[in-house]
């Protein structure tokens, strides 16, 4: 009797070690909501299939999803944003997808601080399959409440290939001084 409830447990383990992307991202999504909107403490993550990045300037919250299928994640992720009691809803204005299979911006009900959760989807087999930036923006956006017309994303090019340069000496610089140098009494002594 022992040995068969130890090999069940031995073969649920690699059930239990593979993590559900669609599970991932609903925790991933949570977890930035809550670092942008409640100031909780969420760092850089490095999931199995999901990825959290922190920005500061503006304070933002991007999650990235490798694994799973696209529409099973893009639903546990809207149902991680829908569950916030910040009560967001889709903004009036829709964006054209581009490359992906839709883009879509959420935005919180109008308060005293306003939040935006763009959500990208990619087509089956597009990588990555998801992401979701969650930020604080300073004036509620327009787009959030009235009807602009279709918007287009600006595309981003990528960095050209930058060729060797080849290293030439130069005389080293000097040190600049530092800002509390300058102040009376906290400088160099004049000798």
């Known amino acids: 009797m022992r040995l068969l409830i130890l090999a069940g447990a031995l073969l649920a383990l690699p059930n239990l070690a593979a993590a559900d992307p669609a599970q991932e991202a609903r ?33 933002s919250c991007t999650v990235r999803v490798t694994g799973g299928e696209p529409v099973v994640i893009r639903e546990a992720v809207l149902a991680a944003i829908k569950r916030r009691s910040d009560l967001f809803s889709p903004a009036r204005t829709r964006w054209e997808p581009g490359l ?7 935005c919180n009900i109008p308060s005293r601080r306003s ?24 004036t509620r956006d327009v787009r ?10 600006e595309v ?36």
């Open 115 to 138: 939040f935006v959760a763009v959500v990208a989807t990619s087509k089956p087999g597009g990588m990555p399959v998801l992401s979701v930036t969650v930020s604080e923006t300073p």
């Open 27 to 59: 925790s991933a999504t949570g977890a930035c909501l809550a670092a942008v909107i409640e100031g909780a403490p969420v760092d850089d993550i490095e999931g199995e299939a999901v990825t959290i990045r922190r920005g500061a300037d503006p304070v």
């Open 144 to 153: 959030c409440d009235q009807d602009q017309g279709l918007q287009t994303a």
């Open 156 to 191: 981003v090019p990528e960095p050209a290939a930058v060729a060797p340069v080849a290293q030439t000496s130069t005389p080293p610089s000097k040190a600049k001084k530092s800002w509390l140098q300058r102040l009376p009494g906290f400088g160099r002594k004049a000798e």
């Open 100 to 106: 992906l299979a839709s883009r879509e911006t959420y």
